[in-house]
């Protein structure tokens, strides 16, 4: 891997896939481009490059095992547990909530009596996707939670780790939502960070958490104004020059983008002469010239 891009931004429903597809096609033109999809919650870039899902790989985590002949039911798993997942009734032993359980394994390195051993389940899956669109061709990886699991953060570990592996030339990775350690772990090692925002007071109030947490981690960020259109967009301006940065295209709301989405056929191949075509060659551009 020579460079990382990260795509993200603090609102969910803005954009941020429709942008990291597009990127990715846009710049396999000429470089080999590995794409990670590590909003794992919600994975969908592999539905909008119309492609199914190939080479599963389980995450797997450490589930404590209580070996009740040895435990003395002294708490001190309880006490150090920070998910609740262990619990223990008025003067009797612990039990596991599985579902709770993180795999920190706090609980099997402060037993004093050494009564718990690593057991495992899983988490949830990575997946390793060759992807070919109209003749450019990518490589996906994807992580996946599975249903009901609460803790993203090994899943999405997982899948950079796997994506990270496999990229030699060009790595961008799709976040999730939000600013929670997730979204950290996603664009750790990063070199520029793509924050894609809409011009509603949400999308802007979000936009600001998105670029508090890239200062904080020292990464270059750009702002990608996305349904350019629907409401003013002075603050998305305003906003991006208050954090040091700028707002480098502006995609505008229209009609073939929700179409491209429909057919799993990325604008910038689907109607590249459109205006939200140009909208987003401009980005691929720019973001050619710096890498």
Known sequence: MKVKLGVTGGKGGTGKSTVATNLAIGLSEVRDVVLGDLDVEDP??????????????????MLPVIDYSKCTACGVCV????????????GGKPFV???????????YFACPEKAIS????????????????????????????????EH?????????????????????????????????????GASLAIAVTEPTPLGIHDLKSILELTQVMSIETW??????????????VETARKYGTKVVVKIPYAREVV???????????????????????KLVSIVKEVI
């Not at 969908?44 to 985590?61: A, F, R, S, W, Y």
């Open 44 to 61: 969908v870039d592999h539905i909008l490059l119309n492609t199914e899902l190939m080479g599963e790989e389980p995450v797997k985590i």
């Open 79 to 90: 006490k150090v547990c920070d998910t609740g997942a262990l619990l223990s009734p008025k």
């Open 97 to 107: 909530l599985p579902r709770l359980c993180s795999g920190c394994r706090a609980c």
């Open 118 to 149: 690593e057991g495992g389940r899983i988490l949830g899956y990575t997946y390793f996707t060759p992807a070919n669109v109209d003749g450019a061709q990518i490589k996906l990886v994807t992580g996946l939670l599975r249903e009901g699991e």
């Open 152 to 188: 993203t953060s090994p899943v999405v570990l997982a899948a950079r780790a796997r994506a990270e592996s496999v990229a030699n030339d060009v790595l961008i990775v799709d976040t999730s939502a939000g600013t929670g350690n997730n979204i950290s772990i996603a664009l750790k």
């Open 223 to 236: 702002v990608v104004e996305n349904r350019w259109g629907i409401g003013p967009d002075d603050r998305v």
């Open 259 to 281: 179409e491209s989405y429909v057919k799993g056929i990325p604008i910038i191949k689907y109607m590249p002469d459109s205006r939200a075509g140009e909208a987003i060659r």
